[in-house]
């Protein structure tokens, strides 16, 4: 499991780098390895067996509260935009079961009445790589915000350019996937990508008018685990996981006074960002302990240091 014995096989890897690489049977058996005495072993071997059972309870236990913070998040995000931050407000029947009660100052409007639907550009792999800038799946299904900077590249006429723009206030959600658990995720542009195109995999949504709905509330509101939830529902699974264009149209989407909302954005930003630099404290934890792990088997398998 060194790096170091890994990294020396690596040298006799042959073939095709883009498909697959090969270690021969004769070059692995050539491989010089050290022998400590069968007795020196097992005491190094024990000696690792527990401190490396340490250090992967510590990984996970920090894995399972990084999983508690995103619990966390999620669920706050969720309270915050159906329920607002006033906790003695007056509330009524939103009218739909999966929403239960809402402010009673809110609109409730489908999605259709806000704004406009379309599906991405879908193009064969020759003409990616190259070109302009090119919004994937993968961009819109990690972010909450659209990275202003994406790494995709497509050969994009300028009609393909106009047609399929991204621009400022677009809502794009995930479209299909292999998995039910993978669709129907969102991420919202705050500042346009001059010439870019996004995926077939994707569906835009562009608001009618940024009076109705703030692009800074869009963030937060669709990545709400409820409206996953209703989609997933109402999607059906067939060999892949589908949202079509008229079940997202149908999505009711409360709408808070402009005042309102930005009130909670202000308050979720906030909050996220701590919550965020927690989660990211840990994973930065996590790191420097698998790379103490991999320090630890070669100093003691190598003879650097001794039991």
Known sequence: QTESFQKQLRRYANGILEIRLRISFENLLSQQIPTPSLNEQRKIADFLDNEIESIDKLITNTQNLIEEYES????????????????????????????????SHWDVVPLKYLGS??????????????????VSYSDVYKNYELPSA?????????????????EYGDVFFTRTSETKEE???????LSSIDNATFAG??????????????????????RSNIHRNYFIKEMNLVTR???????????????????????????????????????????NLISELEDYKKSLIFEYTTGKKRV
């Open 72 to 103: 966390y998040k999620t669920a706050l995000i969720t309270q915050t935009v159906t329920c607002g931050l006033n906790p003695d407000v007056e509330m009524k029947d939103s009218g739909f079961g999966y929403l239960g009660v809402i402010p």
């Open 117 to 134: 639907c379309i599906n991405g550009i879908s193009k064969g792999a020759k003409y990616f790589g190259s070109g302009f800038a090119f």
């Open 150 to 166: 994406v790494c995709g590249l497509v050969e994009s006429s300028q009609k393909e350019r106009d047609t399929y723009s991204v």
């Open 183 to 189: 669709v129907a995720f969102s991420s919202t542009c």
């Open 201 to 222: 995999f994707l569906i835009r949504f562009r608001p009618y008018n940024m009076n109705r709905l703030l692009p800074e509330f869009s963030k937060y509101y669709f």
């Open 241 to 283: 996981v589908s949202l079509s264009q008229e079940l997202l149209k149908k999505l009711p989407v409360l709408l808070p006074p402009l005042s309102e909302q930005k009130k909670i954005v202000e308050y979720l930003d906030s909050k996220i960002n701590s919550i965020d630099n927690i989660i990211s404290n840990k994973e």
